[in-house]
């Protein structure tokens, strides 16, 4: 095992309690509660990305007694249930962990810091660096040189100078810190009316907690007399309190390699818990081969450069249901852009460009831009047939500077991913082409160079801005057809995507 990367452990029954209670209820349409377990899996995500580890484990409490009920049978007795939303979450997000390649440790007997601590105890003297994530203030007995605390959900880094900052005292005098201030969430019995600024002022003074038993008789006032009733029972307190370096594991530091994951299971599981965004992700990891979509093999694109061949396209586009446009200009500033040509698709694999505006040496003959769009205003202001575009505010601005306002606007696939996946970061037709169609299209610079020396869309040959245009509105037609079908079925999404979003599409054109 490799010392450059930590080993990172998860207290999972901390973080699922916090997330439970911390984060908005999410309820399937079946009726399965489902916020806990998103909000668990969310800083997994976050964990791996942060800190890219190899070695990593997600720790739960197991069912049943532990040692620590056998030695003080009140142990946690003020605790109430388990609330049954919380419990159904147990399982689905176990599977969802082990799904994830991620090891998931539950000891019967044991709670799992005692779990977590003896990982630690064992890295430590591997000389393997510990970050182990969890929101129990308890956990801060552990910190070494060698351990670190984080807790994801304030954002919080904890190492030895941290705790001292925090509580007043060094990593190795919080077992004492403890059992003198006890613990009401655990039923943990401390000395009465002993808060914290009196446990960190003896510990300062005394050193320790043995020594200040050693002493107790000088403490004086009835803080003194509470210390000194309590001389018996604090023994038990610090066994309570104390976590567990020793505790029998099948696996050491070195069993928890992170495994590849079971994205198929994942998938199905993801489903069932309607987390539609991660179903959209998983698509980054799927062999395009195993796609659901086609294979884009069959292309049919016209270049049309003739009134007859644009007449019999304007027809075809006037009797569908919808169709695919995308704007080929000069500048991806609206405000700057001349319209060199339009492409159009009606069906998946049929699509044409009209160039209008190729103005380099030789360029072919073309139709009038004028012309062209004199036909075709009525078609993009009429209601119907419905538009779809990738990022059609763009559109919408460059036909508006030649006074077409366009109306009857259907789809943005640009936004029906954003919807469905809103935490990913690239929404670009070449990024969704590539994870929905398994696709890689033609790239920009591939037909107009790079740099200073890069060509606006006028100066390009004909033949390969046609292709590349023309490519354009068949793939958005195809990604329509791939992700329509993700969205539909969401009646809270499709909500999102119908009422806000879209309506949101000419607002923001209008007012840029």
């Given at each position: 095992?490799?010392?450059?990367?930590?080993?990172?452990?998860?207290?999972?029954s901390?973080?699922?309690y916090?997330?439970?209670?911390?984060?908005?209820?999410?309820?399937?349409?079946?009726?399965?509660?489902?916020?806990a377990?998103?909000?668990v899996?969310?800083?997994?995500?976050?964990?791996?990305?942060?800190y890219?580890?190899?070695?990593?484990?997600?720790?739960?409490?197991?069912k049943?007694k532990?040692?620590?009920?056998?030695?003080?049978?009140?142990?946690?007795a003020?605790?109430?249930?388990?609330?049954?939303?919380?419990?159904?979450?147990?399982?689905?997000l176990?599977?969802a962990?082990?799904?994830m390649?991620l090891?998931?440790?539950?000891?019967?007997?044991?709670?799992?810091?005692?779990?977590?601590?003896?990982?630690?105890h064992?890295a430590?003297?591997?000389?393997?660096?510990?970050i182990?994530?969890?929101g129990?203030?308890?956990?801060?007995?552990?910190?070494?040189d060698?351990?670190?605390?984080?807790?994801t959900?304030?954002d919080?880094k904890?190492?030895?100078?941290?705790?001292i900052?925090?509580?007043g005292?060094?990593?190795e005098?919080?077992?004492?810190?403890?059992?003198?201030?006890?613990?009401?969430?655990d039923?943990?019995?401390?000395?009465?009316?002993?808060?914290?600024?009196?446990?960190?002022?003896?510990?300062?003074?005394?050193?320790?907690?043995d020594?200040?038993?050693?002493?107790?008789?000088k403490?004086?006032?009835?803080?003194?007399?509470n210390?000194?009733?309590?001389?018996?029972?604090?023994?038990l307190?610090?066994?309570?309190?104390t976590?567990?370096l020793?505790?029998e594991?099948?696996?050491?530091?070195?069993?928890l390699?992170?495994?590849?994951?079971?994205n198929?299971?994942?998938?199905?599981?993801?489903?069932?818990?309607?987390?539609?965004?991660?179903?959209?992700?998983?698509?980054?990891?799927?062999?395009?081969?195993?796609s659901?979509?086609?294979?884009?093999?069959?292309?049919?694109?016209?270049c049309?450069?003739?009134e007859?061949?644009?007449?019999?396209?304007?027809?075809?586009?006037?009797?569908?249901d919808a169709?695919?446009?995308?704007?080929?200009t000069?500048?991806l500033?609206?405000?700057q852009?001349?319209?060199?040509?339009?492409?159009?698709?009606?069906?998946?694999g049929?699509?044409?460009?009209?160039p209008?505006a190729?103005d380099?040496?030789?360029?072919?003959d073309?139709?009038s831009?004028d012309?062209?769009?004199q036909?075709?205003?009525?078609?993009?202001?009429?209601d119907?047939?419905?538009k779809?575009?990738?990022?059609?505010?763009?559109?919408?601005?460059?036909?508006?500077?030649?006074?077409?306002?366009?109306?009857?606007?259907?789809?943005?696939t640009?936004l029906?991913?954003?919807?469905?996946?809103?935490?990913?970061?690239?929404?670009?037709?070449?990024?969704?082409?590539?994870?929905?169609?398994?696709h890689k299209?033609?790239?920009?610079?591939d037909?107009?160079?790079k740099g200073s020396k890069?060509l606006?869309?006028?100066?390009i040959?004909?033949q390969?801005?046609?292709?590349?245009?023309?490519?354009?509105?068949?793939i958005?037609?195809?990604?329509?057809?791939a992700?329509?079908?993700?969205?539909?079925?969401?009646?809270e999404?499709?909500?999102?995507?119908?009422?806000?979003?879209?309506?949101?599409l000419?607002?923001?054109?209008k007012?840029?």
């Amino acid at each position: 095992m490799s010392s450059k990367k930590p080993l990172v452990l998860v207290d999972g029954s901390s973080y699922l309690y916090r997330a439970f209670h911390a984060l908005p209820p999410l309820i399937t349409s079946k009726g399965q509660p489902t916020g806990a377990i998103k909000g668990v899996l969310n800083m997994l995500i976050r964990l791996r990305k942060d800190y890219n580890p190899d070695y990593m484990a997600v720790i739960f409490d197991a069912k049943g007694k532990t040692f620590r009920d056998d030695m003080y049978p009140e142990y946690k007795a003020n605790r109430p249930p388990m609330p049954d939303d919380l419990r159904c979450q147990i399982e689905p997000l176990h599977s969802a962990i082990r799904l994830m390649g991620l090891p998931l440790l539950i000891v019967d007997g044991v709670e799992a810091d005692d779990v977590i601590g003896t990982l630690c105890h064992i890295a430590s003297h591997q000389g393997i660096d510990t970050i182990v994530s969890t929101g129990d203030k308890d956990m801060a007995q552990l910190v070494t040189d060698h351990v670190t605390l984080i807790n994801t959900m304030t954002d919080s880094k904890m190492d030895r100078e941290g705790v001292i900052e925090k509580f007043g005292i060094p990593p190795e005098r919080i077992i004492d810190y403890l059992t003198l201030v006890g613990d009401s969430v655990d039923n943990i019995p401390g000395v009465p009316k002993c808060g914290p600024k009196t446990a960190v002022k003896w510990l300062t003074e005394y050193g320790s907690l043995d020594e200040l038993m050693n002493n107790a008789d000088k403490v004086k006032g009835k803080i003194g007399e509470n210390l000194r009733a309590s001389l018996e029972q604090i023994p038990l307190s610090k066994d309570l309190a104390t976590i567990k370096l020793d505790v029998e594991l099948e696996q050491q530091p070195t069993d928890l390699k992170i495994q590849e994951p079971d994205n198929a299971s994942l998938l199905e599981l993801y489903k069932d818990l309607e987390f539609k965004a991660w179903i959209a992700e998983l698509a980054d990891d799927v062999d395009p081969g195993q796609s659901n979509n086609a294979e884009i093999t069959e292309t049919h694109y016209d270049c049309i450069t003739s009134e007859d061949a644009f007449n019999t396209w304007l027809q075809q586009l006037q009797h569908c249901d919808a169709f695919a446009f995308d704007t080929e200009t000069t500048s991806l500033n609206y405000m700057q852009a001349e319209l060199v040509g339009v492409s159009f698709s009606i069906e998946p694999g049929k699509a044409a460009y009209v160039p209008v505006a190729h103005d380099y040496p030789g360029a072919p003959d073309q139709l009038s831009r004028d012309w062209v769009l004199q036909q075709l205003k009525p078609l993009l202001e009429a209601d119907t047939p419905k538009k779809i575009g990738q990022n059609l505010k763009y559109d919408k601005s460059v036909l508006a500077r030649y006074d077409i306002e366009l109306q009857g606007i259907g789809f943005d696939t640009m936004l029906e991913s954003y919807v469905l996946n809103s935490t990913a970061s690239r929404h670009d037709m070449d990024s969704l082409a590539l994870k929905y169609l398994g696709h890689k299209n033609i790239a920009f610079e591939d037909i107009a160079g790079k740099g200073s020396k890069q060509l606006t869309f006028n100066q390009i040959d004909l033949q390969q801005a046609s292709d590349y245009a023309a490519e354009d509105a068949d793939i958005t037609l195809r990604l329509h057809h791939a992700l329509w079908p993700q969205l539909e079925p969401e009646t809270e999404l499709c909500r999102v995507f119908h009422d806000i979003e879209m309506p949101l599409l000419p607002v923001l054109s209008k007012i840029e």
